[in-house]
């Protein structure tokens, strides 16, 4: 007998994740979330692309799939295997590409394929915390390579992976964001990628490359994807349109060999991801996707610039940073008095959110005094006034920073 | 040492599913799968939407969640909150609701709520095969309620709380479609909705109710959710647009009193559905909804009749079915001679695909005979055709029909 079905706590599944607070809105300054510049919706594009493929295609829509099977929308695709040939030297066939609803569902499919309660995989030592929350759920033992200002450090990962092979533990997966590392921004060059095929082989442990902000160097130089290098061998690649167009669509991509992806297709049970989106972008990006993303990126370029000087103005030598060749993110050093968890938590008291280091990377006394700024979002003003405030929290708690533009606070 | 690092086999986690084949287009006479009439898609009114919502809010979609936040897009759940009340006597605020890609979402989201390996759960014996495959997928012991006329049989459901109670197993959840029920068709009553909830206090065993056919009764007549009957306690209710506007949208949701929702949430970590669908629907829904459905429907309704028609005059009284009150598809009994898998097998290599009842049921020997018709996508025509051609195999295969219209099979 119990008068009440939902006792929750005798029903549900053990080791649910904390209950979610009601959502009040973002911050006033929001420097979290991969977030994109309003001003760089290239709303008029997509307005014209659904008018024209809602007229030529529209009644696909009372079919799932469209008409272009499980892996996706059939342009969308072609254009994908276009851009990776162009951008990134992959040569993949339209069918070894799979949509996704986002490149999150594509780092779940990932996980799903190879990851069991228990197993062991390497990953760059500060990491998208998404990525590490996810291993953390499915009781992954996630290992963390030291970065340099390359990404991983190939030394670090030789001696984990013999490490590892002495007491017999193969691990399942390399997860790296070579291009425009989360959250250092760092670029991987192409003798260290290939150092990195070179251990992935020697050690029979496959590299999962996640690049989904590769769209968004400055210069436009991404270098070949591992994917590319490797010929699809032993490497699968995820990408996203959400830092390229809007973040709100939820559209991303694996590509991998057929003999990969029939294997993970089975994983995707969703009856496929919005078809809107991807007829959208699948309309949108042959004609416009090449003369929109340098724009977007000079817009960022700009904020990222107005961020360091926010910074260098309001906390001096106290904040140290590199001026990262690409991305929405910037990694910030604090003097080792500041505990970033307890900035975040005293910041957000008054209006400003940020990304604590700790969250960031898999060694928290490294993260503890660092944290991640997104400057994609805000407009040039509160990134201003959001890095004064911040300074203000940061000194009253820490004391630090000292001074501020040449004038000590007091 | 390992030259190929993708050695699937040990790499892999375990129990995969099958591996999926190459896509190859949909069979000529496609009666499987929920696709939807594209003679009825509403294309002017999404059109007409798309472009009033990306106009006045197109630039939100550079934000994660649009400005909505983690439930998703306000203004449709703000319909959807004055909907359920409308058609289905449910009071609910717009953050008791959570929209989802597809219900296929929310009943992985349900799912990972209440299930561990091993659990058990209680479901209509003739059930959603999607709904079966995942349970199957999970580890969970799936025990079939049998069903008549109005669905759950109230002594049956009752005869097997008591046989787990008394075993010491108490079931995770009853899952039920009480309205246009996958595949059968039938719509429980006021009364048995009732006693339903009465068991499930009885035994503190919360409903799972999805009502993704709801909007597709003929006469627009709905019962009473389950829902709405228990003021929101011990049951979680879902829904979806697949059925009422369009199938590729994916866009569903979740209907839940915050004190369950606020665990479901940290659940779904897509950082949102997408968001094209919703802010279309969202501007669609609230002017054109309530005018669109009774047309889709009376165009389902006519599709429904020129399939029993066929059926009657091609298979004659070899096909049993009843008259479904709503929906998109037809539960046959052939007769028992006739095994459906295997009848698929073949009607798939004369290009004709249908749902054998065994995929469709728990319990096999029930489902045997029996198979499953989508009628909503194929034209008038090839209904028709679709189901003189299954006659013919079915024919060849088990000798039965053995006349058709009056006329004998040589």
Redesign the interface.
């Known amino acids: ?8 706590a ?5 080791n ?8 009040t ?2 911050a006033k300054y929001n420097f979290v ?9 290239p ?1 008029d594009g ?2 014209a692309a ?2 024209a493929v ?2 030529s295609e ?10 272009s ?3 996706g929308y059939r342009p969308l695709r072609e254009f994908l295997a276009h851009k990776l040939k162009a951008h990134a030297g992959i040569a993949c066939d339209m ?1 070894e590409i799979l949509i996704t ?2 490149s ?2 594509a780092i ?1 499919l990932v996980n ?5 309660r228990g197993d062991t995989v390497l990953i760059e030592q500060a990491c998208y915390g ?1 990525s590490l ?2 291993l953390a759920r499915l009781g992954v033992n996630a290992v963390g390579i030291p970065l340099d200002g390359e990404g991983l450090r190939m030394d670090a990962l030789a001696a984990a992976l013999e490490e590892l092979k002495g007491r017999g533990i ?1 691990p ?1 997966y390399i997860y790296t964001i070579p291009t425009v590392q989360n959250p250092t921004g760092s670029i991987m060059g192409q003798l260290r990628r290939a150092e990195l095929l070179g251990l ?8 999962f490359e996640d690049e989904c902000y590769s769209d968004l160097v400055w210069n436009g130089d991404r270098p070949r994807a591992l994917y590319a290098m490797a010929g699809g ?2 490497v699968i690649h995820i990408g996203s349109f959400s830092k390229s167009i ?5 559209v991303g991509y694996i590509v991998a ?4 992806l ?2 993970v ?3 995707k ?9 991807q007829m ?1 972008l699948g309309e949108f990006c042959p004609a416009h996707f090449e003369a929109h993303v340098p724009k977007l990126r000079a817009g960022l370029r700009a904020k990222l610039v107005t961020l360091m000087e926010a910074l260098a103005e309001q906390f001096g030598t106290a904040a140290e940073f590199d001026d990262p060749p690409g991305g929405i993110f910037l990694w910030v050093k604090l003097p080792d008095s500041v505990d970033t968890q307890e900035l975040a938590r005293a910041a957000l008291a008054e209006g400003i959110a940020i990304n604590p280091g700790p969250e960031w990377t898999t060694d928290r006394v490294y993260g503890r005094s660092r944290l991640r700024l997104c400057f ?2 805000p407009p040039h003003a509160a990134i201003r006034e959001g890095v004064a405030a911040l300074a203000d929290v940061c000194h009253r708690k820490f004391g630090v920073p000292v001074r501020t533009a040449n004038v000590a606070r007091g």
């Open positions: 007998m119990d008068a009440s079905p939902f006792d929750l005798s029903l549900a599944a053990a649910l994740p904390p209950p979610a607070a009601k959502w809105g973002f979330g991969g977030h994109n510049d309003p001003e760089h919706v709303l997509l307005l659904a008018n809602l007229k529209g009644r696909t829509l009372a079919t799932y799939g469209l008409e099977g499980p892996l069918d609803s986002g999150l569902q779940d799903a394929l190879f990851l069991a998404g929350s996810r193969r399942k992935s082989r020697r050690y029979g442990v496959p590299i061998e032993g809007a973040p709100a669509l939820r060999r057929w003999d990969v029939k294997h297709l089975p994983l049970t969703d009856a496929g991801s919005g078809a809107l989106e959208v994609a979002n």
